[in-house]
C-alpha cells in the first residue's frame, strides 16, 4: 500500500499548526506532530500521530524522524505573547531561539533539510510606508520580534553553511477558524483583537481598546487578517516549493487589505448580532498605527492567493467556533 509523505509538524497542537495538519492531512500529507503541550491543546491532535516532547529533544526529534521519514519540518513551537515577552524575555529568547536553534540542529543531524518557519510581521517594527514588502527595514519593537528576526538570521546562516533550505513566512494577523469547527483559536490567555471582541459579546470583558489617535481613517490601529486556512495553505505551498528545489525565501502573508479595530469590532457586531462592550484605553507602547501587507512576492514566488480573508469569512468562522464549538472540544 502506498504511504503518504509526512511532514513533521512543530507545535502542531497549536492554533496555526492545528490547522495545517488538517490542511496537511486533506493533501495528501501525513502531519506528525512534536508538541510540548506547553500552550497547546489535546483537542486538536487528530490528524495524525503525536509525539509529546520538547523541540529540543534531538534524541526524540531522531527517532521522530527515523519512524516517519518526514519530507521536511514546519516550526511553530514558540511563545507568541509580545506583552510577556517584555516582563520575561528569558523564557522567549530561551524557546523561541535556543529551543529553536537545537530543534534545527537535531533536524540536520538526522537529516531533514527543509524546514518553513513561522516568522511575524513584527520583525519590521513600526514603519510609516504601507503596504510592507519584504525589503523594507527589519526594526523589532520587542522582545518577541527580536527572537523571529534572529531566527531568520540563524535560517540564512545555516542554508549558506549547512544547505539547509528554508522558507520564512511572515504572518500578519491570524484569525477565523476550521470551516467544520473541529479546531480553533484557544490561547490563554487571549491577546488577539477578534477573539477578544467575540467574548466581549459573548458576554466577557469588556473589550479594551488601545487608542482611537492615531493617524488612520477612523483613528484605530490598522491590521492585515489573514484566514488560518490560508495560512495552512501557504504552508504547503512553501514546503512545495523547496522539495521541489526552490531556493530559500522569506515572504510575507497578508492579504494587501487592512481594517481598523472599529471594523473588526462592527464586523463581530454584525455577524454575532451582539453589542461588544469595549472601553478606549491609551496607545499601547510599541503597537503600530498600521500593517499591512504587500502580497506581491508571495503571489509571484508561491502562487499564493489568500481564498477565505474576506473580514466576513474570518469574523463569521470564528463566531462559530467560540460560540459553538470551542467549550465541547475544549471540553470546558
Ligand atoms: N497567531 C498569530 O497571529 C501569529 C502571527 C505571526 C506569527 N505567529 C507565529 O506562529 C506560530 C504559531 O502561533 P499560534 O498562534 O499557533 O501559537 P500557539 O501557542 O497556539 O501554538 C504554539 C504551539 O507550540 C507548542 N510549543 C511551544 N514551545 C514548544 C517547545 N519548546 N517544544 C514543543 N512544543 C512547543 C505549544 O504547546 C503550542 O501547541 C508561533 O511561532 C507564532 O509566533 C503567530
Redesign the pocket.
Known amino acids: 500500500m502506498p504511504t503518504t509523505p509526512s511532514v513533521l509538524v512543530?507545535?502542531?497542537?497549536?492554533?496555526?499548526?492545528s490547522h495545517t495538519a488538517k490542511f496537511l492531512r486533506n493533501a495528501g500529507y501525513t502531519p506528525v506532530v512534536?508538541?510540548?503541550?506547553?500552550?497547546?491543546?489535546r483537542f486538536a491532535l487528530r490528524y495524525g500521530p503525536f509525539h509529546e516532547?520538547?523541540?529540543?529533544d534531538a534524541a526524540l526529534v531522531r527517532r521522530i524522524v527515523d519512524q516517519h521519514q518526514p519530507v521536511g519540518a514546519i516550526l511553530?513551537?514558540?511563545?507568541?505573547d509580545v506583552g510577556e515577552s517584555a516582563r520575561a524575555p528569558r523564557k522567549y529568547f530561551h524557546?523561541?531561539v535556543g529551543?529553536a536553534v537545537a530543534f534545527l540542529d537535531a533536524l540536520l543531524d538526522s537529516g531533514v533539510n527543509r524546514v518553513v518557519f513561522?516568522?511575524?510581521?513584527?520583525v519590521y517594527g513600526i514603519q510609516t510606508v504601507m503596504p510592507l514588502n519584504e525589503d523594507a527595514s527589519k526594526d523589532p519593537v520587542s522582545t518577541?520580534a527580536e527572537t523571529?528576526l534572529f531566527l531568520e538570521k540563524v535560517l540564512r546562516a545555516y542554508d549558506s553553511a549547512y544547505g539547509l533550505k528554508y522558507a520564512a513566512l511572515r504572518?500578519f494577523?491570524?484569525?477565523g477558524a476550521d470551516h467544520d469547527g473541529e479546531v480553533g483559536e484557544n490561547?490563554t490567555p487571549e491577546s488577539?483583537l477578534i477573539p477578544l471582541a467575540i467574548y466581549a459579546a459573548m458576554g466577557g470583558s469588556p473589550l479594551k481598546i488601545f487608542g482611537d489617535d492615531y493617524p488612520t481613517p477612523d483613528g484605530t490601529a490598522v491590521r492585515d487578517y489573514i484566514h488560518v486556512n490560508d495560512l495552512a495553505d501557504g504552508h504547503l505551498r512553501a514546503l512545495r516549493h523547496l522539495i521541489d528545489g526552490g531556493p530559500s525565501v522569506a515572504l510575507n502573508l497578508g492579504t494587501g487589505s487592512g481594517y481598523s479595530v472599529h471594523q473588526v469590532i462592527e464586523a463581530v457586531e454584525r455577524i454575532s448580532g451582539k453589542k461588544v462592550p469595549g472601553h478606549m484605553g491609551p496607545r499601547r507602547e510599541g503597537d503600530a498605527p498600521e500593517l499591512v501587507c504587500d502580497p506581491r512576492r508571495v503571489r509571484e514566488t508561491l502562487g499564493w492567493v489568500p481564498q477565505h480573508s474576506s473580514l466576513e469569512e474570518i469574523v463569521t468562522t470564528a463566531w462559530r467556533w467560540h460560540s459553538e464549538f470551542q467549550k465541547v472540544a475544549a471540553g470546558k
Do not use: M, P, V
Request: with cysteine.
Open positions: 512543530a507545535g502542531g497542537a497549536g492554533y496555526i499548526g512534536l508538541d510540548n503541550l506547553c500552550t497547546g491543546n516532547g520538547n523541540i529540543s511553530f513551537a514558540g511563545h507568541i524557546n523561541n529551543e513561522s516568522s511575524s510581521c513584527a518577541y523571529k504572518y494577523n491570524a484569525s490561547h488577539h
